[in-house]
């Protein structure tokens, strides 16, 4: 009785002993995901490092077949972890070393289809995700959703110097526009991007003796072209960082030698556009709108923008841009 009561006790210690070890490695693996995921996951997205998984799984199951099989489930499970972290992670950092062959892959089929437009890869990084650009690899072309799809075929249609049948034109246009480059395209081509890049002019009321031209001198210049009555514009600028910010340009006549266009630049506080801005309106509370403009695109300030001559609302273009923020 005494000696199988101590085998008995040396089996449980060993089973002990055998899943402390397992605990200790899952903990350990769990670890290396949540501090440097890209490791981990450069494991499974190389031949060799699935190589080194299956020969450990069976190392391990040659010793021990039930600890074989757990340390197997065990990575099926993490495997499945690493798919998750590969979908939502946004740029190339994951995995160097397959980035770099993934690129220079996708410049061969660029340089095949579109051998006269350059592909900048430092902003293609920014603006895809991994699994976006496996699609193209495999299809030669970008991932679109059917919303993109349908706003860039509206793009086209309303454009009176295009005419061409609207599915060849996405087709060809996914081979060379990510999903997020189209849309800021598009988003440019809209009166709020117009406000963004060049701005909006702005009549502030008071007179601008240094434009307007003097009484008694006649109105004909204004009235015939000769003359252009230059209100302040407002528009966002962008610095040397890729930052853009609000800023006021206030004209102050011509130059007494030369005759050119002077003027004065001052910032705008956000706060204050629907005042300084006729037709402007935030739809959830003041935010900077130059925020779109960032290195970093940040759609999470809605306005609505009312110009003479135009249709009055936001662009539908805008509309999905500060929903799917």
């Not at 210690?13 to 290396?32: A, H, P, R, V």
């Not at 699994?131 to 072309?141: A, C, H, R, V």
């Not at 996914?174 to 963004?196: P, V």
Request: glycine residues 8%.
């Amino acid at each position: 009785m005494n000696m199988l009561k101590k085998i008995k006790d040396f089996v449980n210690d060993e089973n002990k002993t055998m899943l402390l070890g397992l605990l200790t490695i899952l903990i350990f693996i769990w670890l290396i995901i949540y501090l440097i995921p890209s490791f981990f996951v450069s494991l499974f997205d190389t031949f060799l490092g699935r190589i080194i998984l299956i020969l450990s799984v069976i190392l391990v199951g040659v010793n021990n077949y039930r600890y074989g099989l757990m340390l197997g489930l065990i990575l099926i499970i993490f495997m499945r972890f690493v798919d998750i972290i590969r979908a939502k992670n946004e740029g190339f950092e994951l995995s160097p070393e397959l980035s770099k062959l993934k690129e220079g892959v996708f410049l061969k089929i660029q340089h095949t289809i579109n051998p006269k437009i350059v592909f900048d890869m430092e902003i293609i990084k920014k603006q895809v995700r991994p699994i976006e650009l496996d699609y193209f690899l495999k299809n030669g072309m970008w991932p679109w959703s059917q919303e993109v799809i349908d706003l860039y075929t509206d793009a086209i249609n309303r454009n009176t110097f295009i005419r061409t049948y609207s599915g060849d034109s996405v087709n060809y246009a996914r081979k060379i526009y990510n999903q997020n480059a189209i849309l800021q395209l598009l988003s440019m081509e809209t009166k709020e991007g117009n406000f963004l890049i060049s701005g909006v002019q702005i009549n502030d009321g008071p007179k601008n003796n240094n434009e307007d031209l003097p009484s008694g001198f006649g109105n004909f210049g204004y009235k015939s072209g000769l003359i252009k009555h230059m209100n302040p514009v407002i528009k966002c600028n962008i610095d040397d960082n890729g930052n853009a910010s609000l800023e006021k340009t206030e004209y102050t006549g011509k130059g007494g030698i030369f005759g050119e266009q002077t003027s004065k630049k001052s910032s705008v506080d956000y706060n204050n556009l629907e005042s300084e801005i006729p037709g402007f309106k935030f739809l959830n509370g003041p935010c900077d709108p130059c925020k779109a403009l960032n290195s970093s695109s940040d759609y999470s300030c809605p306005y609505n923008l009312d110009i003479k001559g135009v249709e009055p609302g936001a662009s539908s273009v805008w509309k999905y841009l500060w929903r799917s923020r």
